[in-house]
Each structure stands twice: as structure tokens, then as C-alpha cells.
């Protein structure tokens, strides 16, 4: 089967630094993506990889390791407005993007 | 631009009467989807059209129809309502390409309530 992991919830303090992590088990891999999802809102394009590395954007960094099957993603000097859900997701073999239930990033000033 | 639209916003259905959520995007991309997003769930895939003409199952499609009779519009209907499809809807497109990014964009949703 396929399945993606990421933790349901985090915390954070404003201006700090967190990362949220994402495992993936699925038929085949043909890249990673990061969507951010505000309550209440539509998903949003943040990063993909498709390669082994770190991509950097800004404040926000995602990381791959397909031999781990491993993701995450990274969000430096954090603001009030990144409280979101952050979703994970996998194109497969058949470039159908496979979903992560998300994590709720909750950050306090 | 548009982007992506979505119709209605928000309805409350009776069991077993029909519905159909409308999706029009703007930007000429070939492939659309539907999903829906329940709480603790990933998004899933209900249907898919990788081009105009062309409809695809996805994980979840029972309940569901759709058609994609041109470019811009891929409308999903629910032939008979039941509880189970309460939900959020998405509708999303992309510019497909194998071997591509294929990042797909959102639509802002339809939230269905089926009493």
C-alpha cells in the first residue's frame, strides 16, 4: 500500500526555527511536493524536490532523501501568519500525487 | 486572473437528492482533479482528467461522476446523495508533463453537508 506520515501537530514560538518531518512509502516516485493550507482555505504551492538535496525558498527550506524515503520541511524566523497545516504529498509511478494527512503548525508569540 | 473557481461555496443537500460542483479554470491547463479532505484524512482523489475528452478513477470514486467536455470546465456530480459524502471538495489543475513538476493548483473549495 501507500502511505505518507507526518506528524498530526506542532508547536513553535515566533522567530524560532521548526521542522516537520514526512516518511513516505509509495509505487514509485517521481517527486515531493510541500503545500501550506491555511484554516479554512485552499492548499498552496510550496516546494518540490525530486532529487536528493535541500531546496531553499526564502524562509522556507524542503529536504530529500529518496533512499529514506524522508522529507521535511523547514521554516526559519517564524511569524504568526505561517499557523497552518502543512501537507506533504508524493507524485507516484502513475503521476498521481499521493496526500499526507498534514501537521497543524500551531506557533505562540 | 481567475485561476481556479469553484461553485457553489457551500450547500446543505437532503439524502438522496442529486447535486452536481462546478470547476472552471482559466489557465489552459490539461489535467484537472477533484478531491475531497476530510478531517484527519489527506486529500484524496476522486476522479481525474489528464486532458479534455479523458476521465480517470481515483482512490475514492464511488458516488461520483464526471465529465470533462472541454479545457476549462470538469464538473462532478453526485448522482444520490448520502451522509458519508459530507465534506470539503477541491478541484485543482495542472500542466501535465511527464517527467514534470506537475503542480497543481486549487480551486477554494466547496463545503457539503449531506443530512
Known amino acids: 500500500g501507500q502511505n505518507i506520515d507526518q506528524p498530526t501537530e506542532m508547536t513553535a514560538t515566533e522567530g524560532a526555527i521548526v521542522q516537520i518531518n514526512c516518511t513516505y512509502q509509495?509505487?514509485?516516485?517521481?517527486?515531493l511536493f510541500w503545500y501550506q493550507q491555511h484554516a479554512g482555505e485552499a492548499p498552496t504551492f510550496l516546494s518540490y524536490?525530486?532529487l536528493d538535496g535541500l531546496e531553499e525558498k526564502g524562509r522556507f527550506s524542503s529536504f530529500l532523501s529518496r533512499s529514506k524515503g524522508y522529507s521535511y520541511l523547514l521554516l526559519k524566523e517564524l511569524q504568526m501568519k505561517d499557523s497552518a497545516s502543512y501537507l506533504c504529498?508524493?507524485?507516484?509511478?502513475?503521476?498521481?500525487?499521493?496526500w499526507g494527512a498534514g501537521t497543524k503548525l500551531i506557533i505562540k508569540p | 486572473t481567475a485561476g481556479i473557481t469553484q461553485a457553489p461555496t457551500s450547500q446543505i443537500l437532503a439524502a438522496g437528492r442529486s447535486m452536481t460542483l462546478r470547476c472552471t479554470q482559466d489557465?489552459?491547463?490539461?489535467?484537472m482533479y477533484w478531491y475531497r479532505q476530510d478531517l484527519g484524512l489527506g486529500l484524496r482523489l476522486i476522479h481525474y482528467?489528464?486532458?479534455?475528452?479523458?476521465?480517470g478513477k481515483g482512490e475514492v470514486p464511488d458516488g461520483y461522476s464526471v465529465s470533462r467536455a472541454n479545457t476549462d470546465d470538469f464538473p462532478l456530480t453526485l448522482a444520490s446523495a448520502v451522509p458519508s459524502q459530507t465534506s470539503v471538495y477541491f478541484c485543482?489543475?495542472?500542466?501535465?508533463?511527464?517527467?514534470?513538476?506537475?503542480?497543481?493548483?486549487f480551486g477554494p473549495g466547496t463545503r457539503l453537508t449531506v443530512l
Open positions: 485543482a489543475s495542472s500542466d501535465f508533463l511527464a517527467g514534470g513538476p506537475n503542480e497543481q493548483f
Open positions: 489557465m489552459r491547463h490539461n489535467a
Open positions: 482528467s489528464n486532458t479534455a475528452g479523458t476521465t
Open positions: 509509495t509505487s514509485g516516485f517521481n517527486g
Open positions: 524536490n525530486v
Open positions: 504529498a508524493v507524485l507516484d509511478s502513475n503521476y498521481q500525487l499521493i
